[in-house]
């Protein structure tokens, strides 16, 4: 089993920037498949950005392209989300996810997650 843990959440003003983390402990396959998804109020779960752990590949949703960067530390087996020139739009629980297998990790069906961050952006 995988654990997840994320944390770096809070409140900030519409500009700003966040750190938001996702620690991993268990086994972790070096050919994982990693990823953000963010759940506003009312709505759905949606991507926001997915890596290999390795970090060799990234790829964003393009509402966070050029806003958001997804990086690593393997050392401390955790992956990062920097979130800059935040919006009121971004307000939503993030979700860091894994799976060995990329599809599922698309399709936001990963075998792991965790329990969720809570990012608020104010106007």
């Known amino acids: 089993q995988v654990q997840l843990v994320e944390s770096g959440g809070g409140l900030v003003q519409a500009g700003g920037s966040l750190r938001l983390s996702c620690a991993a402990s268990?086994?972790?396959?070096?050919?994982?498949?990693w990823g953000w998804f963010r759940q506003a109020p009312g709505k759905e779960r949606k991507f926001v950005g997915r890596?290999?752990?390795?970090?060799?590949?990234?790829v964003y949703a393009d509402s966070v392209k050029g806003r958001f960067t997804i990086s690593r530390d393997n050392a401390e087996n955790t992956m990062y989300l920097q979130m800059n020139s935040l919006k009121p739009e971004d307000t939503a629980v993030y979700y860091c996810?894994?799976?060995?297998?990329?599809?599922?990790?698309?399709?936001?069906?990963?075998?792991?997650w965790g329990q969720g961050t809570q990012v608020t952006v104010s106007s």
């Open positions: 890596m290999t752990w390795s970090g060799v590949n990234t």
């Open positions: 268990g086994r972790t396959p070096s050919n994982y498949y």
């Open positions: 996810a894994a799976d060995p297998l990329l599809a599922r990790v698309v399709a936001g069906t990963a075998d792991y």
